[in-house]
């Protein structure tokens, strides 16, 4: 499944495509190998690394293009990794509801912002 966002998408198909879930499933696949005595900063290099990697994997392994939707992709995975606690609750940032709501939220308000309409043509 191509990963741009393009003209005439259902909401599930945009709701789909901001959320990095191969990056979200490696960053629980190494929190989860990382020592617990090196839990705190090793879960804290990880999540900056793959932050990072998030908009360079989107846009060179999945082709997108669009700077938005890079940007977008890129708070979806900080807001997920928000909401599973990790370096946060270590760190003491963290509550649980917060990440709840602010995932929900997140999550079901993003798509909504990309348009599903087929451009407009500019008068001549």
Not at 20 to 46: C, H, M, N, R
Request: avoid cysteine.
């Amino acid at each position: 499944m191509a990963r741009e966002i393009k003209q005439m998408q259902t909401y599930q198909d945009r709701l789909l495509k901001l959320i990095p879930s191969e990056i979200i499933g490696a960053y629980l696949f190494l929190q989860g190998i990382i020592p617990p005595d090196q839990a705190k900063w090793g879960t804290t290099l990880v999540g900056v690394a793959l932050l990072i990697m998030t908009p360079l994997y989107m846009q060179r392994i999945q082709k997108v293009s669009k700077k938005t939707q890079l940007l977008v992709t890129t708070l979806s995975f900080a807001v997920w990794v928000y909401s599973l606690g990790g370096p946060f609750s270590l760190w003491g940032l963290y509550q649980a509801w917060i990440g709840s709501v602010v995932l929900v939220l997140w999550t079901m308000t993003v798509p909504l912002f990309f348009s599903n309409k087929e451009p407009q043509e500019q008068p001549a």
